[in-house]
C-alpha cells in the first residue's frame, strides 16, 4: 500500500510540475506579445527594462528560477504587487500561483532587489551640485515646475478591513489599505 502511494504522489507531482511548465510557457507568450503600453500599466516598467532586470537578477543576485515558476513570473508577480498595493492572492492569481507562494516569491525578488549590485545599478541618486542642478533645471523645462530635484511616489499596501474607524482606510480604489510613500530623490 505505502508503495502504492508513493508511486501515486509521483506521479502526480510530475504531472503538476509538467502542467506548470506549461502555464509557465503560456504566461510568457502572453507577456512577449503583451502591447508595451498594457504592459507598462500592469508592471509600471516597460518591457526592455523588465528583461534587462531579469538578467541582471539572475546575473548578479542569487535569485533563480525554478522549473516551477520561472524567475520572470516571480519579477513579474512582485512587480504587480508592488505596482498595484493588491493583496497577494489576487497577484498570485493573475501568475496562477496561491497566496503562500506569491509570497515566497516576493520576498525572494525583494531580498534580490536589495542586493548592493542591483541597487547601485538601479537606483541612481545625483551625488553632485552638477548632477542635482542637470536634473532641477529638466524639471523646469519638462514640466514648468522650479527647484525639484526628486520625485515622492505613494502606493496603497492592502490591510484586512479594521474593526475602528475602518473608514479612514477605505481607499478610492475601493479596498482598505495604508498609504505608503518613499522619497528618490536628495534635499538641496
Request: charged residues 25%; aromatic residues 8%.
Given at each position: 500500500?505505502?508503495?502504492?502511494?508513493?508511486?501515486?504522489?509521483?506521479?502526480?507531482?510530475?504531472?503538476?510540475?509538467?502542467?506548470?511548465?506549461?502555464?509557465?510557457?503560456?504566461?510568457?507568450?502572453?507577456?512577449?506579445?503583451?502591447?508595451?503600453?498594457?504592459?507598462?500599466?500592469?508592471?509600471?516598467?516597460?518591457?526592455?527594462?523588465?528583461?534587462?532586470?531579469?538578467?541582471?537578477?539572475?546575473?548578479?543576485?542569487?535569485?533563480?528560477g525554478t522549473r516551477e515558476i520561472s524567475l520572470e513570473i516571480?519579477?513579474?508577480?512582485?512587480?504587480?504587487?508592488?505596482?498595484?498595493?493588491?493583496?497577494?492572492?489576487?497577484?498570485?492569481?493573475?501568475?496562477?500561483?496561491?497566496?503562500?507562494?506569491?509570497?515566497?516569491?516576493?520576498?525572494?525578488?525583494?531580498?534580490?532587489?536589495?542586493?548592493?549590485?542591483?541597487?547601485?545599478?538601479?537606483?541612481?541618486?545625483?551625488?553632485?551640485?552638477?548632477?542635482?542642478?542637470?536634473?532641477?533645471?529638466?524639471?523646469?523645462?519638462?514640466?514648468?515646475?522650479?527647484?525639484?530635484?526628486?520625485?515622492?511616489?505613494?502606493?496603497?499596501?492592502?490591510?484586512?478591513?479594521?474593526?475602528?474607524?475602518?473608514?479612514?482606510?477605505?481607499?478610492?480604489?475601493?479596498?482598505?489599505?495604508?498609504?505608503?510613500?518613499?522619497?528618490?530623490?536628495?534635499?538641496?
Amino acid at each position: 500500500m505505502h508503495t502504492l502511494r508513493l508511486l501515486w504522489t509521483a506521479n502526480n507531482e510530475t504531472t503538476l510540475q509538467r502542467r506548470q511548465t506549461r502555464v509557465n510557457r503560456r504566461k510568457m507568450v502572453q507577456i512577449v506579445e503583451m502591447e508595451e503600453l498594457e504592459f507598462v500599466h500592469r508592471f509600471r516598467l516597460d518591457k526592455q527594462s523588465f528583461w534587462r532586470l531579469c538578467d541582471d537578477l539572475r546575473r548578479l543576485t542569487s535569485l533563480k528560477g525554478t522549473r516551477e515558476i520561472s524567475l520572470e513570473i516571480k519579477v513579474l508577480c512582485t512587480l504587480s504587487f508592488l505596482a498595484t498595493g493588491s493583496y497577494q492572492r489576487i497577484v498570485g492569481l493573475t501568475q496562477h500561483l496561491v497566496q503562500r507562494t506569491t509570497s515566497r516569491c516576493i520576498r525572494q525578488v525583494v531580498e534580490a532587489l536589495s542586493h548592493p549590485a542591483i541597487l547601485n545599478k538601479w537606483i541612481l541618486f545625483p551625488s553632485s551640485q552638477q548632477q542635482r542642478t542637470q536634473i532641477r533645471l529638466e524639471f523646469q523645462r519638462r514640466f514648468r515646475l522650479p527647484g525639484i530635484v526628486g520625485c515622492i511616489d505613494c502606493t496603497y499596501v492592502a490591510i484586512v478591513k479594521p474593526p475602528v474607524e475602518e473608514h479612514l482606510f477605505f481607499n478610492r480604489k475601493g479596498y482598505h489599505s495604508l498609504n505608503v510613500q518613499i522619497s528618490t530623490g536628495m534635499q538641496q
